[in-house]
Structure formats: C-alpha cells, structure tokens
C-alpha cells in the first residue's frame, strides 16, 4: 500500500469556509436559504405580467400607449437591481490564516499577561480614532481577526460582512458595503412599480365600470383583483422599508447600528461617519466608489490530495508453483485453447480409426497420430497396478493349511 501526491488547480470559492452558496463558477453568490428569494422573485414577475396581460391592452388603447412602455422600463430596472444585490459579494472579510490566527493569539497574549485561574480575562478589544473619536475594534472568534469598523459577524451565512446593514431574506443575501446602493435602489424602484401597478388597476377598473358596470368590469378582469390585492398589502411594508432607510442614508448609518443604539445610546456618542450634512450622506452612500470584492472568488490555488495505489505484483515462488502446477495440469489433462476468454476447439479433418471412406490422404496422418499416441504411454507408464484378485483354489489351499496345524 503506497499513497501517491497529487496537485490539483482548483478555485477559491471552493475552499471558502462558512455558509454562502456559489454558482456560475464563482461569479454568483448567496445564501443557503433561498426560498424567500424565489417567492419574492415569483410576485414581482406574476404580479406585473398578469398586468401586462389585463390592463396594458386597454390603457394603451384608451388613454396612452406610453403606460405600458413605462411599466416595461420599471419593471426591468427593478428585477436588474434585485438581481444585482442577491448575486454579488456584500462584503464578506476573509478568515485569518492559521499563521495570521496564532500570532493575533500570541499579541492578544502578550497584551493581556498570565491570567489567574477563576477569573474571566478582558474582552478582546482594541481602539482606533476615527474623526477624533475612539471607535472599537471587536474580535471575532470565529473568523480569528479584529473587525474593521462598522463590520458584523452574520450568523445565517458564518462570515463577517464589512459595513454590515443586515441579513435580507427577501433578497437571499447579506446587505453590506458592496451591495447596499442596489438594494436602496431596488427597495424604492419596487415602491415605485408598486405604486404604479396599483393606480392603473384602479384607474382600468372606473374607465371600464363607466361602460360595462363594476360587477361586469371584475368579472371580465379577474386578474386585477388579485393585483389589487398584492398591490396593497405589499405597498405598506416596501414603501415602509423605503423610508426607513432613506432615513439612515441621510444620517449615514446602519440598520445594525440603529438597532444597537450605537450613536444614540445613553452616552450620547456622535457618529463619527457622519458629515452633518444630509447632501454628503446621501452621495456617500449612494454615489461613492464601488469596493472591489476582498475575497478574490475567481482566483486558483494549489490543492495536495493523496490517492493510495495498490501494485499488483505476483511474487517468485507463486510465480513459479503456478507455472508448475499449470504445467502438470496440462500435461495430464488438455485444456482446450483459449484466446482473449473465448473458448478455441480444434477442428478434427480426419476420423481417429480410418476405414473404407476415408480418404487416402488422411490416413498416413491417422497412423502417425496413432504412433504418437503409443509413444506418450510408453514414456508415462502408470504409477500402480491394481493386484489380481486371488483364485478361489488357492484360497481353499491357504484354509487346508491352517487346519492341519491345529
């Protein structure tokens, strides 16, 4: 048994520890958890293409052929930035080496000096100034480094994600540093697609109830009670979710730091990301560079997998009492030839004892077939004879004998 070393190229997406799906050789990735994601994804495209198919036809006919343009336009920018922000990195911090993990623990160490037993050591923490204000730097036990500022571990998808916002299901991905622009723009291109599907439904429904009457108007359209119906309880919770970040775009903040009261706590700390000015916030956010992806998903590494090889080689002595034994059994008893597992029998041109119609020139053969045959016997005579059995007289003998000497 030999195990043989094999290297391998492979890509590092494969290796990335934690909980992120990837596909398209890397280029995508997300959450495990992507129901939410396909339901969120089935509404927007049931919803508008049943608008499509009732209320386009008649409003272009009716009133302006620009409404379904329009429509058509929104609803692909909307299902371009969901796309955007469900597919792509948000921001996710790379894991320390093993290297890396063992000189952090020796400084950490260092800093902190021989703890005695009982007692619980200092949090793991270091401070940084930013914007003459100290910030601090938390340490992940899980990834083994010390958090940039405004970074969060995420436990759906067990990495940390720089500028981390929150975990969407909807979307089926984290919102960090690199995706949070599109999901703004998806969450208030939605409201606005919303907002526009549900007015023209109402609209469809009062220019066609004026000829035909609403009970007739609904059941000639029975799509757009349910697209009523989506329309409005979806209205309220996206357009919610709209102004609730544009309120943290103005301030300059995070929907994790909002919850933990990290700047409005009882301290009454300042947010040091903050320019005062609602103007630079918002071009901050919305309008700054776009962070290239630390993870380098794409790249190719070295991979050492051993394979364990087996030689299948017979020994000397086996070898040879095989051939032996091979060699008797063959003598003894003819094998039929084989070739390549498939069984040759020899075809026989002539009969063993010739008579009168066999041909004349097959039987000088036969003779020296038979000749071979004789001289085989005399050179192998048999290993033992069987004793004749004895006479009936000679066993009447044998009896006389014994009696007369008793």
Known sequence: MSAVMITRKVRKWEKLPGKNTFCCDGRVMMARQKGVFYLTLFLIVGTCALFFAFECPYLAVHLSPAIPVFAVLLFLFVIAMLLRT????PGVLPRALPEEATFIEMEIEAANGNVPAGQRPPPRIRNVQINNQIVKLK??????????????????CDNCVDRFDHHCPWVGNCVGKRNYRYFYLFTMSLSLLTIYIFTFDIVH??????????????????????EVLVCFFTLWSVVGLTGFHTYLISLNQTTNEDIKGSWSGKNRVQNPYSHKNIIKNCCEVLCGPTYPSVLDRRGLMSEDSSVSATPAVPSSSSSSSSSSSSSNSSSSNPVPQTTHGVLCLQKTTAPLIPNE?????????????????????????????????????TDAEASLAKDKSH
């Not at 429904?205 to 349910?226: I, Q």
């Open 357 to 393: 119609h066999t041909p004349d020139d097959a039987k000088p053969s036969i003779a020296a077939s038979a000749e071979r045959s004789s001289s085989r016997k005399e050179e192998h005579p048999p290993a033992s004879k069987v004793p004749p059995l004895a006479s009936p007289e």
């Open 86 to 89: 469900s597919f792509s990195d």
């Open 205 to 226: 429904v009062v220019m066609r109830s004026v000829d035909n009457g609403f009970l007739n108007t609904l059941k000639e359209t029975p799509g757009t009670v349910l």
């Open 139 to 156: 340490y992940c036990y899980t990834c083994k480094i010390f958090r940039p500022p405004r970074a969060s571990h995420c436990s759906i």
